[in-house]
Nanobody, 124 residues
Framework: QVQLVESGGGLVQAGGSLRLSCAASERTFSTYTMGWFRQAPGKEREFVAAISRYGTVTYYLDSVKGRFTISRDNAKNTGYLQMNNLKPEDTAVYYC?????????????????WGQGTQVTVSS
């Protein structure tokens, strides 16, 4: 059972940056695909980005390409989401998640483990 804990959320003005972290409880973190999702009030949880177990392959939601960067440090059992040029529409609770394989990385229901979420608020 992998436990995930997000941190790094907060309030930022449009155009600003935040770096989210996702700390995993186990050394086996390196065997999991990691994803970031977000959920805005009244909306469904949506895929934001994903990274393969060794960081060689990444996936992004079209609207965040060029602004967000997903990365991981398996030696620290930690994943990251660097968010630049933030927009008000990026406001949401951001969740990290982990799954055992690389298939269907954009699907919420395919992930086995979830963090508790961290709030990101972007003011205009």
């Amino acid at each position: 059972q992998v436990q995930l804990v997000e941190s790094g959320g907060g309030l930022v003005q449009a155009g600003g940056s935040l770096r989210l972290s996702c700390a995993a409880s186990e050394r086996t973190f390196s065997t999991y695909t990691m994803g970031w999702f977000r959920q805005a009030p009244g909306k469904e949880r949506e895929f934001v980005a994903a990274i393969s177990r060794y960081g060689t392959v990444t996936y992004y939601l079209d609207s965040v390409k060029g602004r967000f960067t997903i990365s991981r440090d398996n030696a620290k059992n930690t994943g990251y989401l660097q968010m630049n040029n933030l927009k008000p529409e990026d406001t949401a609770v951001y969740y990290c998640a982990a799954k055992a394989d690389i298939s269907d990385v954009r699907s919420v229901i395919k992930y086995d483990y979830w963090g508790q979420g961290t709030q990101v608020t972007v003011s205009s």
